[in-house]
């Protein structure tokens, strides 16, 4: 007997399987004349239904969220009628009948035919285009747009956030009107479920369905009929709403992260419009946590025995309400914007549009999604006021790249509208599973109405009700940081030109409300991330506020306790993160304001060392390296990369404290970082003067110093020298540590190998298609229209992998470091090692952002190395170029200039003391 996938195929290798399908009609070839052969529950796979959209939408009516579900992963390449002794109780026959019955209406067209492939070769918007919100204005920003709005989240008071139980919570509010408007729409938000009441009759109840990962949720509900003149008392039994992540820091963050939140109000207009509420969630309310008694909900039950509530402040009040998806369903909340005030927007058109099915319907003038409205606006007919996702018109739009931001919908009509929106990073992740589902969207007449915020770049819109709606628009809402581009790279290879371009870009998506690993997963601060976009962010943008904001929630408030995201190794990353900001910035203010935190938290660092000065993890706590196998988790490979990571942060560390004039701790540091060092030197290098066999922890023992001169021959011959050799094997590195990697074979001198290997890794994802950098990458792994669900991350494969991670835009200040040679030696760049290298490019030019303007420099390979320097006010520069001999001769602006050999006589160091330009030639 066949066993079934659900016992014995991972969700990777079901994919593959399924993918395998995938790429073949459907079903037996029929021959000419013969029906149309249409689906059914009994011949097709899960997977085969899911990669139709109108047999999808069949899935998901009658089976509302399986698409998402876990048994539709796990068995896309069974059929419905097979895996239904695995959910009997919700695949019935009765059920699959119906479903059957829908299958039915439903031609079996070729898969082929439905899915277009993803876009081969590098995106063709020019570099400088790239990036939508390049030139974003002072009167877009949110602060001038948008005034936050007066509704407050609300719990039972007093009560601790950190318990997570499930029994109901009581609320109560009396009100007053003087008469009853025309319409009046409760809005409720927070509970995963709740009863509602008004006046003493139960007027909704809802129930979450919690398979995405939204945090909050809104539910509406008409409710003029049960207003009456005078006193009115609105009553919510409800419980506890999902799980969100954030700092969980404030108090309101702390309850939003248990899901014990609640926002209400009343408005006298109909659904989706904004207007002055009735009543709303406010410190007026009385609420118990206790078994409330028979009654509770009436009019006339005396609640001066329960407590007022906790107010927890404005539904937009603070940053930490707007990270990890945690507001996401707030979507459907009239006028809430949810984005912080340092924030702008931008309108933007699709691209293009990549498919148009009109289903039941009519759809008119789809250029107007384009931006040309010469035809007149977009519009939809609709042969019945509601018609089912399966048959309703849809469109795919592409906006051409990675974006952040959300759905606009502008109607243009005298009746409402409703639509489904799904977002993806991919076309595959938009048709078959998008990461916060398939949300609707109801649009008032004449109204704007948007959906949630995430990151994507195509999205499937459904036209469900309304008869004829006209759109004034149909567009992204973006939302971005404000930057002005002002570093700068160029070259002679128009890839590397387009890597550094998407690496930027890439950590400008991430700079949101602070700086995310991903705007659209996880969302949210990490220091391992923040390490390497904020390397990209110094050497871009230069930006001051972001930065250092990021980096204060990060390590949260004195005294310090825990590791920062709860892992040793980004402690040590925060570390070398503050290091690497003051090295561009200069920024003592900034070290001062968090000088005793720095202190603490190297000093609770110290608690994870054994008394040999060996990470031993001691604190129990997540020893993460990279998503690599055995590199996550508690293995002898991850302590020793931690060891690595800690002696780096030690002795950044050190420095800082030096640079504050506190030599006592700036000395213990300094103390505890050659413990480090000789701890690893002596119990962690083998026979082969390597750290181990991968490449993680023996790059970082190069970067950090751990690993002496004399043993990067064996490190290389044994180790790296494997980076870049193409073996069809499983995951070996992210791009995150690969940035660590390139690096450390950059300082060993072995910059050919590393730049081959740059072209392999992040230019294997320009040649996929890529407009940002993916969270994860093997240029082995699997490249055709499913190649999102092979990536893999987080334990886990497939859509939920990020397809623009900050962690991942480590290209950028590697060619900035090591093509133009751009690395500070003091804060501010009052010092500077200029080091120029063309490893086989023909020229190179950019510049770098310091306190004191751009530093500039250009390079080129003309009989003779030409590097032309533009050194701003305040900085010295020492410039290493090649040489032909020891003793050659440097020119510089036409004149010798006395020089130092070095690199073994291979090139020659010269001192620049003054502002201005300078041109240095060497043979």
């Not at 020019?126 to 939508?132: F, G, K, V, Y």
């Amino acid at each position: 007997m066949k066993k079934s996938v659900l016992t014995r195929v991972t969700p990777f290798i079901a994919a593959s399987l399924a993918l395998a399908w995938l790429l073949q009609p459907p079903a037996p070839a029929r021959a000419a004349g013969a029906p149309t052969p249409h689906y059914s529950v009994d011949r097709f796979t899960i997977g085969a239904l899911l990669a139709n959209p109108r047999t999808r939408a069949v899935l998901d009516e009658y089976l509302h969220g399986f698409s998402a579900a876990r048994i539709a992963v796990k068995g896309r390449d069974e059929t419905l009628r097979e895996v239904q002794p695995f959910d009997s109780s919700r695949l019935t026959n009765a059920v699959l009948a119906k479903i059957n019955a829908a299958l039915a209406k439903i031609p079996a067209t070729s898969v082929a035919a439905e899915l277009s492939q993803p876009p081969n070769g590098p995106t063709q918007i020019p570099d400088a285009q790239l990036d939508p919100a390049r030139h974003l204005q002072p009167s877009q920003l949110e602060s001038v747009l948008h005034r936050p709005l007066p509704e407050q989240y609300i719990w039972t008071y007093p009560h601790t956030a950190h318990s997570y139980g499930l029994r109901p919570h009581y609320f109560r509010r009396s009100f007053q009107i003087t008469s009853v408007p025309a319409r009046a729409t409760l809005y409720l938000a927070g509970p995963r479920q709740a009863t509602i009441y008004l006046n003493g009759k139960e007027v909704g109840h809802y129930q979450l369905n919690l398979s995405f990962p939204m945090g909050v949720r809104v539910y509406q509900q008409d409710v003029a009929r049960w207003l009456r003149p005078g006193k009115n008392v609105l009553a919510i039994e409800a419980v506890r709403g999902p799980m969100a992540g954030n700092e969980a820091q404030a108090p309101v963050s702390r309850h939003l992260r248990a899901g014990k939140i609640l926002a209400a109000m009343i408005v006298p207009a109909a659904r989706g419009i904004p207007a002055p509420p009735l009543m709303m969630s406010d410190a007026k309310w009385r609420a118990t946590a206790r078994q409330a008694p028979a009654g509770w909900q009436r009019t006339g039950f005396n609640d001066s025995a329960w407590r007022q509530v906790d107010d927890l402040g404005g539904i937009e009040s603070t940053i930490g309400l707007l990270q990890a998806n945690a507001d996401a369903g707030m979507y459907a909340w009239p006028g809430y914007d949810g984005i912080s005030p340092f924030l702008a927007q931008y309108p933007l058109n699709a691209l293009e549009v990549r498919r148009v099915y009109a289903g039941v319907g009519v759809i008119k003038n789809v250029q107007a999604l384009t931006g040309d409205t010469h035809g007149g606006p977009f519009a939809v007919m609709l042969p019945a006021k509601h018609v089912s996702r399966t048959d309703a018109p849809q469109v795919l739009l592409d906006f051409g790249r990675e974006v952040n931001g959300r759905i606009e919908l502008q109607s243009e009509s005298n009746a409402s509208a409703e639509v489904t929106v799904q977002y993806g990073e991919s076309t595959a992740e938009a048709l078959l599973q998008p990461y916060l589902g398939v949300d609707p969207i109801y649009i008032p007449p004449h109204g704007t109405a948007y959906g949630p915020k995430s990151a994507f770049r195509y999205a499937v819109i459904r036209f469900t009700g309304g008869r004829a709606t006209r759109f004034r628009a149909i567009r992204l809402d973006g939302i971005a940081y404000p930057v002005k581009y002002q570093g700068s790279f160029e070259s002679s290879s128009p890839l590397l030109n387009k890597m550094w371009t998407i690496g930027a870009y890439t950590a400008h998506l991430c700079m949101q409300d602070d700086i995310w690993d991903a705007p659209k997963r996880d969302r949210n601060r990490w220091a391992g991330d923040l390490d390497v976009s904020g390397r990209t962010i110094d050497d871009v943008f230069g930006d001051h506020f972001l930065m250092q904001d990021t980096l204060n929630r990060l390590i949260g408030p004195a005294p310090i306790h825990k590791a920062v995201n709860g892992i040793p190794g980004y402690s040590a990353l925060w570390v070398n993160t503050l290091f690497n900001y003051y090295l561009h910035t200069g920024s003592t203010k900034e070290l001062e304001r968090v000088q005793t935190r720095l202190v603490e938290l190297l000093d609770y660092m110290k608690k994870d060392l054994n008394r040999y000065a060996v990470f031993s993890d001691l604190t129990h706590a997540w020893t993460f390296v990279d998503w690599a196998p055995g590199m996550s988790g508690d293995t002898r490979q991850t302590r020793m990369a931690t060891q690595f990571e800690y002696y780096q942060a030690f002795k950044d560390g050190a420095y800082l404290l030096r640079v504050l004039h506190d030599d006592k701790d700036a000395g213990r540091m300094a103390t505890e970082a050659a413990a480090l060092k000789a701890a690893a030197q002596k119990y962690m290098l083998n026979a082969q003067a390597t750290f181990g066999d991968r490449w993680q922890p023996n790059a970082y023992a190069v970067l950090s110093g751990v690993a002496t001169k004399g043993e990067y021959a064996a490190i290389w011959r044994h180790v790296l020298a494997q980076v870049g050799t193409p073996k069809y094997r499983s995951y070996v590195i992210t791009p995150y540590y690969n940035f660590y990697v390139v690096s450390a074979m950059a300082k060993m001198g072995h910059r050919r190998a590393a730049l081959k290997w740059i072209r392999q890794y992040w230019g294997g994802m320009v040649q996929e298609g890529a407009t940002s950098f993916w969270e994860a990458y093997n240029p082995t792994w699997f490249k055709g229209f499913m190649y999102q669900a092979s990536l893999q991350a987080d334990g886990v494969s497939g859509f939920f992998v990020s397809l623009a991670h900050g962690w991942s835009s480590g290209v950028t200040p590697w060619l900035m470091r090591q093509v133009l040679g751009i690395r500070p030696t003091a804060g501010g760049f009052a010092q500077v090692d200029i080091r120029p290298d063309l490893i086989g490019l023909k020229w190179a030019k950019g510049a770098e952002p310091t306190p004191h303007g751009l530093l500039r420099v250009a390079i080129r390979d003309d009989k003779g190395y030409i590097t032309t320097i533009h050194l701003p006010p305040q900085v010295e520069a020492s410039v290493s170029v090649p040489v032909s001999a020891p003793d050659a001769k440097v020119i510089v602006n036409g004149k010798p200039m006395a020089s130092v050999a070095t690199d073994g006589g291979r090139r020659a160091v010269v001192r620049l003391r003054r502002p201005g330009k300078y041109v240095v030639t060497s043979h």
